[in-house]
């Protein structure tokens, strides 16, 4: 039996380098003998990652890694895990902080830390994974939501091949966290905050108060459904200092071309859009809809538990299953249109006008399935062909 206590691991994340190292700092210094793990990917592009250990009075050693594959989470395995093991069977630190690189998105890199091994050793018997915290100045978080810079353009990338925006990095780190460490600023920016996640814990930095939250718990599995565009709890609607959040709901789908043609007006109509939503001419098919930095990405998740046969549920998890059953409708099943749009000085009214007009009119939902899948292919460019 193994009686080796775990070591608690916090795994801090967020663009705001200043916020991020602050509530580093906070998390060291109220704890017993903490110690922090960096990886440093300014020269990933070049095949190297600078792997940085500290404590509370400085930096206790660095030392270059070499980038496996191109790779961040390759590094995070290949590197950090055995160092975490390290640090636990060594007992001499109350807790480990995992700070991630500026870019990073802490989804994938909590899953390696959950799922690790090492030499035949789990590392979840050696460590838990105590909590995730996403640090912010909410006083740049309009701004940084509203434009569609690439992290590259910041050396805030991940790897050579990583495309995304600033944007859309901040918003997943802001999602997926179970706590929000945030500077003090303007109501807007923590109206915007509490919009996009509204079940995280928001603490103060500078108060005393990360510590006891980050240290709260976290649990892997749901923090993976969260973001799961299949099962999450999308935000409720909203309106406060000035930020408001619609939430757009129907239940016909939706013409192709005429959505298509819309997203010109759509994506840039909110500094923050998600949700699952579906097309006349894929109609087995659950779409995701994630959009941040008036740049989106629409991806398939699935295929909608309406289009499978009954003996084929059982291929998904409970919970898909229960929502389904749950919000079942008597012509189209579990097919629904949910999307979320949240920003400052939001046109609810216009977005939902637009929206509605890209839905199939009556004559177009009369005439049925067939024909609906002959409708023009306008996603092609962003989806796979049809079949």
């Not at 050579?160 to 859309?168: F, L, Q, V």
């Amino acid at each position: 039996m193994n009686d080796q206590i775990k070591l608690p691991v916090v795994v801090v994340t967020g663009l705001h380098r200043a916020e991020r190292r602050r509530a580093v700092q906070e998390l060291l210094d109220g704890s017993v003998n903490g110690i922090v793990l960096h990886h440093d990917l300014r020269d990933a592009s070049t095949g190297t990652v600078h792997r940085e250990l500290r404590d509370a009075t400085g930096s206790c050693a660095a030392v270059d890694v070499v980038l496996t594959n191109d790779c961040p989470c390759c590094a995070l395995r290949e590197d950090l895990l055995p160092e975490l093991v390290r640090i636990a069977d060594a007992g001499q630190h109350g807790l480990a902080v995992v700070e991630l690189w500026g870019g990073s998105d802490p989804h994938p890199a909590v899953e390696v830390i959950a799922g690790g091994e090492v030499n035949g050793r789990r590392l979840d018997e050696l460590v838990e994974l105590a909590g995730v915290v996403t640090a912010v100045d909410p006083d740049r978080l309009l701004g940084e939501l509203s434009v569609p810079d690439d992290l590259s353009e910041h050396g805030e990338h991940t790897s050579s091949d990583d495309g995304r925006t600033r944007a859309e990095a901040l918003a997943h780190q802001i999602e997926y966290a179970t706590t929000i460490a945030v500077a003090r600023g303007r109501e807007a920016g923590l109206s915007m905050l509490r919009q996009l996640h509204p079940m995280a814990r928001r603490v103060l930095l500078g108060t005393g108060e990360l510590l006891r939250a980050a240290l709260g718990g976290f649990d892997v599995a749901a923090a993976r459904d969260r973001v799961n565009p299949a099962l999450a709890l999308l935000p409720q609607a909203h309106d406060e200092a000035g930020v408001a959040t619609l939430v757009w709901e129907r239940r016909r789908p939706l013409h192709p071309a005429r959505l298509y043609d819309a997203l010109e007006q759509l994506v840039p109509a909110a500094q923050r859009s998600r949700g699952r939503f579906w097309l006349a001419n894929r109609p087995e098919l659950m779409l995701a809809w994630d959009a941040a930095g008036a740049n989106l990405a629409v991806e398939e998740c699935g295929p909608w538990l309406a289009a499978l046969a009954d003996a084929d549920w059982d291929c998904y998890p409970p919970a898909r299953q229960a929502a389904a059953a749950l919000d079942w409708h008597p012509l189209h099943g579990d097919r629904i249109q949910q999307l979320i749009f949240t920003a400052e000085g939001l046109d609810a009214e216009g977005i939902t006008e637009l929206l509605d007009s890209c839905l199939l009119t009556d004559a177009e939902l009369t005439a049925g399935e067939q024909s609906w899948r002959t409708l023009p292919d306008a996603f092609e460019d962003l989806l796979e062909p049809v079949a």
